[in-house]
T-cell receptor, first 113, second 113 residues
Framework: NAGVTQTPKFQVLKTGQSMTLQCAQD?????MYWYRQDPGMGLRLIYY???????DKGEVPNGYNVSRLNKREFSLRLESAAPSQTSVYFC????????????FGNGTRLTVT | EDQVTQSPEALRLQEGESSSLNCSYT??????LFWYRQDPGKGPEFLFT???AGEEKEKERLKATLTKKESFLHITAPKPEDSATYLC??????????????FGKGTKLSVKP
């Protein structure tokens, strides 16, 4: 029962460095999401993918790119990290139906210095 | 603008002391309201989905209710293991955020033995 798996769990970057956050789900879900969570703020949607081969911007997409590699995997890339991108990043997936609940991974804690 | 406000921000209870958490929302047509539990260092865990005013759902010591403007999460005789942050999210039927979840900032519940 792995559910949604995120790697790495922790990462420290210097300003300007790049990295890719990995996410994989084993629930055969079509939809996948990337959120960021900051102190004192609610979870905010960065990008989502309604199905394999499609991606769409969420509320806060600037500075990020995504790739839906296949049905299982959805990656988030920071091309040139900035201190404002210090956050906890959560990947989620959801099953069929327009209002299926999201299943979250345990997050990647990213610090940009 | 679609919005979710949770209150209080933090709540401290003694074991066995029942209380309620509030989630007020404004949304362009409610498609669903979701409650999640989040433990420190973990991703949110799905609890309930409510779809229409008057609906109620229960799970162990938790009961969620929904009106046209707000939802309550009632906690009856809480135990220390109920300590967590409880997140509320709404899904809009119409508008720019259609289909995506809008999260509140959460209520951090602490239950002391």
């Amino acid at each position: 029962n792995a559910g949604v798996t995120q790697t790495p769990k922790f990462q420290v970057l210097k300003t300007g460095q790049s990295m890719t956050l990995q996410c994989a789900q084993d629930m055969n879900h079509n939809s996948m999401y990337w959120y960021r969570q900051d102190p004192g703020m609610g979870l905010r949607l960065i990008y989502y993918s309604a199905s394999e081969g499609t991606t769409d911007k969420g509320e806060v997409p600037n500075g990020y790119n995504v790739s839906r590699l296949n049905k299982r995997e959805f990656s988030l890339r920071l091309e040139s990290a900035a201190p404002s991108q210090t956050s906890v990043y959560f990947c989620a997936s959801s099953g069929p139906g327009g209002n299926s609940p999201l299943h979250f991974g345990n997050g990647t804690r990213l610090t940009v210095t | 603008e679609d919005q979710v406000t949770q209150s209080p921000e933090a709540l401290r209870l003694q074991e066995g002391e029942s209380s309620s958490l509030n989630c007020s929302y404004t949304v362009s047509g409610l498609r669903g309201l979701f409650w999640y539990r989040q433990d420190p260092g973990k991703g949110p865990e799905f609890l309930f989905t409510l779809y229409s005013a008057g609906e109620e759902k229960e799970k162990e010591r938790l009961k969620a209710t929904l009106t046209k403007k707000e939802s309550f999460l009632h906690i009856t005789a809480p135990k220390p293991e109920d300590s967590a942050t409880y997140l509320c999210a709404v899904q809009a039927r119409y508008g720019g955020s259609q289909g995506n979840l809008i999260f509140g900032k959460g209520t951090k519940l602490s239950v002391k033995p």
